[in-house]
């Protein structure tokens, strides 16, 4: 067995996973139609990495005296994220793979 983690690891693997390939296809010409579904792995793989992060930080927040104002970003974090059109997938990808 395997001890629990108390970081988002996985789902920041998923994360880098996810940007990459949609840059990949990016740079590639792929179709457009197939660029949009890497986007939207994109936006979801993001929001799975702040969701785990938002449970840690709650989990957390009994043991040791978490900060509120980390819980309220990646609230916002959240909410900002699931509206994000084409062209914010695009400039995150591109700033999170720098």
Same mark, same amino acid.
């Given at each position: 067995?395997?001890?629990?983690?108390?970081?988002?690891?996985?789902?920041?693997?998923?994360?880098?996973?996810?940007?990459?390939?949609?840059?990949?296809?990016?740079?590639?010409?792929?179709?457009?139609?197939?660029?949009?579904?890497?986007?939207? *792995?994109?936006?979801?793989?993001? *929001?799975?990495? *702040?969701?785990?992060?938002?449970?840690?930080?709650?989990?957390?927040?009994?043991?040791?005296?978490?900060?509120?104002?980390?819980?309220?970003? *990646?609230?916002?974090?959240?909410?900002?994220?699931?509206?994000?059109?084409?062209?914010?997938?695009?400039?995150?990808?591109?700033?999170?793979?720098?």
């Amino acid at each position: 067995m395997y001890p629990p983690r108390n970081s988002a690891t996985k789902k920041r693997e998923i994360l880098d996973r996810k940007v990459f390939e949609f840059l990949q296809s990016r740079n590639l010409d792929v179709k457009h139609e197939k660029q949009l579904k890497k986007a939207e *792995l994109v936006r979801s793989a993001k *929001l799975n990495y *702040l969701k785990a992060r938002l449970l840690l930080a709650n989990t957390y927040a009994s043991e040791f005296e978490t900060d509120v104002e980390l819980i309220d970003k *990646l609230n916002k974090e959240i909410s900002l994220c699931e509206g994000y059109s084409y062209e914010e997938i695009i400039e995150f990808s591109l700033k999170y793979s720098r």
